[in-house]
């Protein structure tokens, strides 16, 4: 089976740190993915996670914990550019390159 | 490099009627994959090809088809057309190793076909 729950939107300040959570349920899970889409664009990869831990890129860090089915997405030292949508797209073992978004949660960056 | 090149950009239709949307990959990507994106329901998986070959299908009713050419270039239909097919619809390439395992996260999406139908 499989599900995928975030929240839906979230709104912080300029300067702020903001962490978009993922829980997933997903049969023969492999891996946990990353994407921002801004409005009217197309959705960006930001980062993977194959093994549990943190994951940093610059601004942003993306953590997964295997055992609770869980990941999350930091971003610091927030910009009004980072206003968006964030997805969690969790991958299965052999269902090579199906990707699970959900509806994504929708980042408010306010000055 | 040139993106994921989806043409047409927009389109409207009326219900009753197909639909072929267009997907042209990186240079190089073997891997297209299709999703539809609601409001509602987000990004929601249609089918991805490699060579050529569906490898994986989503739970879309089989008005939704596809197909990929041996330049990788791929092509999605929907036949019968219904007010709920109205969405964005978005290609995305990957390089993908065919037998190596699922890919490692980074699908590269096109600006996506905008597909009303009235």
């Known amino acids: 089976g499989q599900s995928l729950e975030q929240p839906s939107e979230v709104t912080a300040v300029e300067g702020a740190i903001v962490q978009i959570n993922c829980t997933y349920q997903?049969?023969?899970?492999?891996?946990l993915s990353w994407y921002q889409q801004h409005d009217g664009g197309a959705p960006t990869f930001l980062s993977y996670n194959g093994l549990d831990g943190l994951e940093e890129t610059g601004r942003f860090s993306s953590f997964l914990s295997r055992s609770d089915s869980y990941g999350y997405l930091l971003l610091q030292e927030l910009q009004m550019k980072d206003s968006a949508s964030y997805f969690c797209?969790?991958?299965?073992?052999?269902?090579?390159?199906?990707?699970?978004f959900g509806s994504g949660t929708k980042l408010n960056v306010k000055p | 490099k040139a993106g994921v090149t989806q043409t047409p950009r927009y389109l409207i239709k009326t219900r009753g009627q197909q639909v072929t949307l267009s997907c042209s990959p990186i240079s190089g990507h073997r891997s297209v994959s299709w999703y539809q994106q609601t409001p509602g329901q987000g990004l929601q998986f249609l089918f991805e090809y490699f060579s050529e070959t569906q490898r994986n299908k989503g739970n879309f009713p089989g008005r939704f088809s596809g197909r990929q050419f041996s330049n990788s270039r791929s092509e999605m239909n929907v036949s019968t057309l219904e007010l709920g097919d109205s969405a964005l619809y978005l290609c995305?390439?990957?390089?993908?190793f065919g037998t190596g395992g699922p890919n490692t996260g980074e699908l590269f999406f096109g600006e996506g076909s905008r597909l009303t139908v009235l």
């Open positions: 797209a969790p991958t299965a073992k052999y269902n090579f390159n199906k990707f699970y």
């Open positions: 995305a390439s990957s390089l993908s």
């Open positions: 997903t049969s023969g899970f492999y891996g």
